[in-house]
């Protein structure tokens, strides 16, 4: 049974203004109703101005997913009533879009894969309703009008994906792309919203709605194939349908029927004049991108194919390794793409958290030996909890000072140095291991190691203890 899936990407291109008016888009952390004006509140009489720098987001969008820009796009009038709609029709693009048949490549799930894309087009944000009320049903519903007229565009690919990995895989590529164009911000809440839409080769689709983070698309998506080929296995049919994600319970739920294109009697606005800009295109200059760099890392730093996808994949992260990499560029590969990602997510932090200051000076601590692998990554946990509680941290110096978890010297003339003794008490406490080591079952030197490491508490460096072991092992052969 095989999987056929589509998505439509809203994403919200990161202007100073509007779409069509002066309002400031920086609506966040301001109270509900307050980036307004006659334009983006649709009175009568206001006129809509175009906003030349979306188009030009667009334009990049459009360049960098290799879409044809068309000779002439038409805005149109899609017509529908919603409170968070306050004109009643959402200014967007129909039979006209800005640009089509594009793609983008990515890593799908039997390699490198190009995914189609059908068109690109743009359109404006409607309000925002917040809910407000009891425990499972809103008892009332406040809106606000922040985001109206907020410059959009959406992306529709052809029904290319195979998998809700692979759907999970298009976004993040998609993301890279749009933040190393510089026209999006995946940090900013709400926006991106994906619909997907998903079928069972030989069915009828279904429509899932508005899926607003980046994991949520995979969960709708896993969910509403197993819930399909359920049905399909049990000799049901699936119903063509839009079905709502809700993101708590992780299940899909069907919602009402979807209107009908017909219903939204599009028509072209008459306030706005046709968009002529085929011409731009070509004087439109492109960042590198996630590809480029990828190849870029392998080659200037050295990293392995895994270690540039992951450290490309996302430009923040992108940015944070090149100021870290410094001397030692696989050394601070693997510390980043291996050791922080992980901590990171699991705090749920951001790399945007870190200092890379910070980071550089406990990489400096790690490749001078001052702490041992292991120390450091308990120096980095404690760092990190300190960031996240309070956005600062002391340095990786003190940090290592105050917790004892600097390295301990080795090879002192007497052979009285921390390490050296230890590693006597655990010979003279394990004479079984000793005896197994010497009877040629090499393993046992494992365990002796374990014993010093423990009673060094990590802070001997692994090479030392091995060295140190075995020249003690060899005086008494
Ligand atoms: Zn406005
Ligand atoms: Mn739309």
Same mark, same amino acid.
């Given at each position: 049974?095989?999987?056929?899936?589509?998505?439509? =990407?809203?994403?919200?291109?990161?202007?100073?203004?509007?779409?069509?008016?002066?309002?400031?888009?920086?609506?966040?952390?301001?109270?509900?109703?307050?980036?307004?004006?006659?334009?983006?509140?649709?009175?009568?009489?206001?006129?809509?101005?175009?906003?030349?720098?979306?188009?030009?987001?667009?334009?990049?969008?459009?360049?960098?997913?290799?879409?044809?820009?068309?000779?002439?796009?038409?805005? &149109?009038?899609?017509?529908?009533?919603?409170?968070?709609?306050?004109?009643?029709?959402?200014?967007?693009?129909?039979?006209?879009?800005?640009?089509? &048949?594009?793609? @983008?490549?990515?890593?799908?799930?039997?390699?490198?894969?190009?995914?189609? =894309?059908?068109?690109?087009?743009?359109?404006?944000?409607?309000?925002?309703?917040?809910?407000?009320?009891?425990?499972?049903?809103?008892?009332?519903?406040?809106?606000?009008?922040?985001?109206?007229?907020?410059?959009? =565009?959406?992306?529709?690919?052809?029904?290319?994906?195979?998998?809700?990995?692979?759907?999970?895989?298009?976004?993040?590529? /998609?993301?890279?792309?749009?933040?190393?164009?510089?026209?999006?911000?995946?940090?900013?809440?709400?926006? @991106?919203?994906?619909?997907?839409?998903?079928?069972?080769?030989?069915?009828?689709?279904?429509?899932?709605?508005?899926?607003?983070?980046?994991?949520?698309?995979?969960?709708?998506?896993?969910?509403?194939?197993?819930?399909?080929?359920?049905?399909?296995?049990?000799?049901?049919?699936?119903?063509?349908?839009?079905?709502?994600?809700?993101?708590?319970?992780?299940?899909?739920?069907?919602?009402?029927?979807?209107?009908?294109?017909?219903?939204?009697?599009?028509?072209?606005?008459?306030? /706005?004049?046709?968009?002529?800009?085929?011409?731009?295109?070509?004087?439109?200059?492109?960042?590198?991108?996630?590809?480029?760099?990828?190849?870029?890392?392998?080659?200037?730093?050295? @990293?392995?194919?895994?270690?540039?996808?992951?450290?490309?994949?996302?430009?923040?992260?992108?940015?944070?390794?090149?100021?870290?990499?410094?001397?030692?560029?696989?050394?601070?590969?693997?510390?980043?793409?291996?050791? @922080?990602?992980?901590?990171?997510?699991?705090?749920?932090?951001?790399?945007? &958290?870190?200092?890379?200051?910070?980071?550089?000076?406990?990489? &400096?601590?790690?490749?001078?030996?001052?702490?041992?692998?292991?120390?450091?990554?308990?120096?980095?946990?404690?760092?990190?909890?300190?960031?996240?509680?309070?956005?600062?941290?002391?340095?990786?110096?003190?940090?290592?000072?105050?917790?004892?978890?600097?390295?301990?010297?080795?090879?002192?003339?007497?052979?009285?140095?921390?390490?050296?003794?230890?590693?006597?008490?655990?010979?003279?406490?394990?004479?079984?291991?000793?005896?197994?080591?010497?009877?040629?079952?090499?393993?046992?030197?494992?365990?002796?190691?374990?014993?010093?490491?423990?009673?060094?508490?990590?802070?001997?460096?692994?090479?030392?203890?091995?060295?140190?072991?075995?020249?003690?092992?060899?005086?008494?052969?």
């Amino acid at each position: 049974m095989n999987v056929i899936v589509g998505l439509e =990407i809203h994403c919200q291109l990161d202007t100073k203004t509007k779409l069509f008016c002066g309002c400031s888009t920086d609506y966040r952390t301001d109270g509900p109703n307050t980036h307004v004006c006659p334009v983006c509140l649709g009175l009568p009489g206001s006129l809509p101005v175009l906003n030349r720098k979306a188009v030009e987001y667009a334009l990049r969008v459009a360049k960098a997913l290799h879409c044809t820009v068309p000779e002439e796009s038409v805005f &149109s009038r899609k017509n529908y009533f919603y409170p968070d709609l306050n004109k009643g029709f959402q200014i967007t693009q129909y039979d006209k879009p800005l640009a089509v &048949s594009g793609y @983008l490549d990515i890593e799908g799930d039997e390699g490198e894969k190009r995914v189609r =894309i059908t068109r690109v087009h743009m359109e404006e944000d409607p309000g925002r309703l917040v809910h407000k009320g009891g425990a499972d049903r809103p008892r009332y519903s406040l809106v606000d009008y922040n985001r109206a007229g907020i410059p959009l =565009i959406e992306i529709v690919t052809e029904p290319d994906l195979r998998s809700p990995r692979e759907a999970r895989r298009f976004l993040n590529k /998609l993301r890279a792309t749009l933040e190393y164009l510089g026209v999006f911000d995946s940090e900013k809440e709400g926006s @991106l919203r994906v619909d997907a839409n998903i079928s069972i080769e030989g069915s009828e689709r279904v429509e899932i709605k508005n899926i607003t983070s980046y994991k949520g698309v995979e969960k709708a998506l896993t969910f509403e194939v197993t819930r399909q080929k359920n049905a399909l296995r049990r000799g049901q049919k699936i119903v063509r349908e839009t079905r709502h994600f809700v993101e708590a319970r992780g299940v899909t739920t069907s919602a009402r029927s979807k209107e009908m294109e017909q219903d939204y009697r599009y028509f072209p606005e008459p306030d /706005l004049c046709p968009l002529r800009v085929a011409d731009w295109v070509d004087g439109i200059v492109l960042p590198e991108l996630p590809d480029a760099r990828r190849q870029r890392f392998m080659d200037q730093y050295g @990293l392995s194919l895994i270690h540039a996808r992951t450290l490309t994949g996302d430009l923040r992260l992108a940015e944070f390794y090149e100021k870290v990499a410094g001397t030692d560029p696989a050394l601070a590969a693997t510390w980043v793409a291996d050791t @922080l990602l992980g901590e990171l997510n699991y705090r749920d932090m951001s790399i945007s &958290s870190v200092p890379p200051d910070v980071f550089s000076g406990l990489l &400096s601590l790690v490749r001078a030996r001052v702490i041992t692998d292991r120390n450091g990554v308990d120096v980095l946990r404690v760092l990190l909890d300190e960031l996240k509680e309070k956005g600062t941290c002391e340095s990786p110096e003190a940090c290592a000072e105050r917790l004892g978890l600097r390295a301990l010297p080795a090879d002192s003339a007497g052979g009285d140095d921390p390490v050296t003794k230890a590693a006597r008490e655990a010979l003279a406490e394990n004479p079984r291991a000793v005896e197994d080591y010497r009877n040629g079952r090499k393993e046992a030197l494992n365990f002796l190691v374990g014993q010093v490491m423990r009673k060094t508490r990590g802070c001997a460096k692994p090479a030392d203890v091995n060295r140190v072991l075995a020249s003690l092992l060899g005086e008494g052969a």
